[in-house]
C-alpha cells in the first residue's frame, strides 16, 4: 500500500463537528423526524463533550463537562433551542464528566441527574480520589462534587423523558465502572469513554486488558448500534471507534511488552531510552492527537501504567482479545505465507502464495495475476513489516485481518487485509485502509 496515496487520502478528509439539526422526514412510515444530538466539546487540551437529545418531555444532557465554567458555555448553547431539560444522565465517575453537575442541576433544577448504581457508588466513594487530585491540578474543578439524585440498577433500561434506553455497565477498564446508553429506536450508543473519536486515551488506571474485553463485549451488547457519541472527540459509526480504540490498546501493549520482557536492558523497568522510542512510534502512528487530559506527559504516563500492567499479567492466561497478536492457526495457511514473507522479505513465497488469475485490489487499484503481483509486491510491500493485529472476519474461504504496515520497517499505518482463499492458494485479496 503506497504511503503517497496514503498521506493524499489522509490530506483530503475533514473531521466535522456534531451540530443541532434536524433529521429528514421518514415519508413511508408514521415516524417523526428524528434531530440529532447536540454537542458543546470544551476546549482543548483536556476536551470533553456533552450531548443534549431531543426527547418528548424535553432534552435529555449526556455527561457534564469539567468545571462549572465549561458547564456554563454549554448550558448557553443548550438554552438556545428552548426546550426544557427533562433528564441528565452520567457516563462514569472520572472528574472531567461530572465536575460540571452542579452548574447544570442550578440551570435545571427540575432536571433529575441520572447514574447506574455502579457509578453512584464510584462517585461517592472516590477510592482512587480523582475529586482532590483534580481540584490540586485545576483550580475551576468544584470544591464540592454534585453526585446523581436517582441511580438505577445496572444493566436496567431506563425510561427518562419520554424515551427509552437500553443501558449496560462494564467493570475494571477505562475507569473503574461505565455505563453506556443505547437509542434502540436511532441506533444510537453514548458510550463515555470507553470508545472516542481521534484522542489520546488515558490508560493511568493500569486496565487495558480489562478495555479490550469491554470492547469486544460492548460490540456485541448492541450489535445494532449504528453511531457512537463519545466523551472525547467527533462520534462516527460505531464499528469505527471501536475498532479504532482497539487498535490503539493493542498498538501500545504490543510497543511495551518487549520493554518489560526479562531479557530486556532492565528487566521489568521500563528505561528513558525504552520509553522514548516508544513515545516516538506512538506519535509516529498516532500525530496531533489531542490528550483527553490537560496533561502534557500523557504518552509517558500511559506507558508506565501499561508497564506495570504487563509486568504482572500471565502471558499463559493471557485472555485472546488481550494478546498481541492472533493465536497460533487462526490464520489459513496462504495468508500466514503472505505474511511470513512480508517479514522475512522472500518475494518468491509470497507471490507463490497467490493462485496464477489472483487478483490484489490495493485501495481501489487492481493487480491482476500472479507476474503483476509480484511486481507490485517487489516495488511496495517487501521490505516492510506487515502484524496482524485482530482476525475481524472469519468465514469458510474468506478472512478478514486488522493489520498494521509499516513500509520501511518503522512508522506505518493500519489496514484491513480481505483474502478470499480456494484451496491453497489466495485467489483474491482487498487491501482497505483501517481510517
Known sequence: MNQRLRRLLAASSAVCAIAWSAGCSNVDGPKAPQAQPGRFASPNPGSVNTYWIQA??????????????????????????????????????????????????????????????ATDKAMREDKRGFYPLARSANPAFPAKVTYADRSFPDGSPLQVGGLRFETATFAEGESDTATVYYRPDTGALFSGDLAT???????????????????????????????????????????????????????????????????????????????????????????????????????????????RELSAEDLAKTPAACSDKPQEGTLPAPASTYVGAV??????????????????VDVGRRIQGRAAIRAWAKDEVIGGKLTVTKVVGNRPGYQRLLVHFAPGGTGGFDAYYAFTVVGSSITRAELTYAD
Open 56 to 117: 418528548p418531555d424535553g432534552l435529555i444532557l449526556v455527561d457534564t463537562l469539567r468545571t462549572p465554567a465549561d458547564a456554563r458555555k454549554a448550558i448557553t448553547e443548550i438554552k438556545k433551542t428552548g426546550k426544557p431539560v427533562a433528564a441528565i444522565l452520567l457516563t462514569h465517575s472520572h472528574p472531567d464528566h461530572v465536575g460540571g453537575a452542579g452548574a447544570f442541576h442550578e440551570a435545571f433544577p427540575k432536571a433529575p441527574i441520572h447514574a447506574s448504581a
Open 197 to 307: 473519536g481521534k484522542v489520546t486515551p488515558a490508560l493511568i488506571e493500569g486496565n487495558s486488558c480489562g478495555w479490550l474485553q469491554i470492547l469486544d463485549r460492548l460490540g456485541k451488547r448492541f450489535p445494532a448500534a449504528k453511531k457512537i457519541y463519545p466523551g472525547h472527540g467527533a462520534p462516527g459509526p460505531t464499528t469505527t471507534l471501536i475498532d479504532e480504540q482497539r487498535r490503539y490498546l493493542q498498538r501500545i501493549r504490543g510497543l511495551v511488552r518487549p520493554a518489560v520482557a526479562p531479557n530486556s536492558p532492565q528487566g521489568t523497568t521500563v528505561t528513558p531510552g525504552e520509553q522514548k522510542s516508544i513515545t516516538t512510534e506512538m506519535d509516529r502512528t498516532y500525530p496531533g492527537r489531542p490528550p483527553v487530559a490537560d496533561l502534557p506527559t500523557i504518552v509517558q504516563e500511559n506507558i508506565k501504567a501499561v508497564a
Open 343 to 360: 517479514n522475512g522479505g522472500d518475494l518468491d513465497a509470497l507471490a507463490g502464495a497467490f493462485a496464477p488469475d489472483a487478483e490484489v
